[in-house]
């Protein structure tokens, strides 16, 4: 081993086995997830609308969820739920929030003055559906998504929507009136 002290190479080879217990716990750890993820029977997406108008708290409309929801609506039934302040961010209607973001997918928008977060995870309460949120709903945690972690979230970066946990990417809209049709 080129070194003449028993105990320096004993150190050496200790950390290198520890070092090698770290990788195998971190890909188990990964392994795991990917497993479960596979496992996972999805039949429902419930999105909150309004969490996937924002880019680090800057307001972009639609210009995520269309076409999130048109790509997921490919494999899963879409529901997407919304707090009624959208109406006044957009300048919309609910017909024409729905309209805009698809026939694919259904639109929900909750009553004046309420929170969309209990609606969403109520029409989430059966096993096979998911919610797409980065909320954690730490006011909810008796609710069967949060309960069972049902719970999918997303990143916006440089243009493009990650929903890891789906194998998805889809780019932002540059103009909805093209992209409507």
Avoid: W
């Avoid at 190479?9 to 770290?22: A, I, K, N």
């Avoid at 108008?53 to 929801?69: N, W």
């Avoid at 004046?112 to 949120?133: F, G, N, P, Q």
């Avoid at 006011?139 to 990143?155: N, P, Y």
């Amino acid at each position: 081993f080129n070194e003449a002290k028993p105990s320096r190479v004993l150190q050496s080879r200790g950390r290198e086995l520890e070092s090698v217990d770290r990788n195998i716990e971190k890909l188990d750890r990964r392994l795991r997830a990917i497993a479960q993820s596979a496992s996972r029977n999805i039949k429902v997406i419930v999105i909150d609308g309004n969490n996937l108008c924002y880019e680090h708290r800057v307001f972009i409309g639609l210009r995520a969820l269309v076409p999130v929801a048109r790509r997921l609506s490919d494999n899963y039934s879409v529901l997407v739920v919304f707090d009624a302040v959208i109406r006044q961010k957009l300048k919309m209607g609910d017909q024409d929030i729905a309209a805009t973001i698809g026939d694919n997918t259904k639109v929900h928008v909750v009553a004046s003055r309420k929170k969309a977060d209990e609606t969403i995870l109520d029409a989430a309460a059966d096993e096979h559906s998911y919610v797409l949120s980065n909320d954690r709903f730490q006011d909810f945690r008796e609710k069967a998504a949060v309960r069972e972690q049902r719970l999918i979230s997303h990143e916006i970066l440089n243009g493009q929507i990650f929903i890891h946990d789906l194998r998805v990417t889809e780019a932002l809209l540059v103009d909805l009136e093209l992209s409507s049709s």
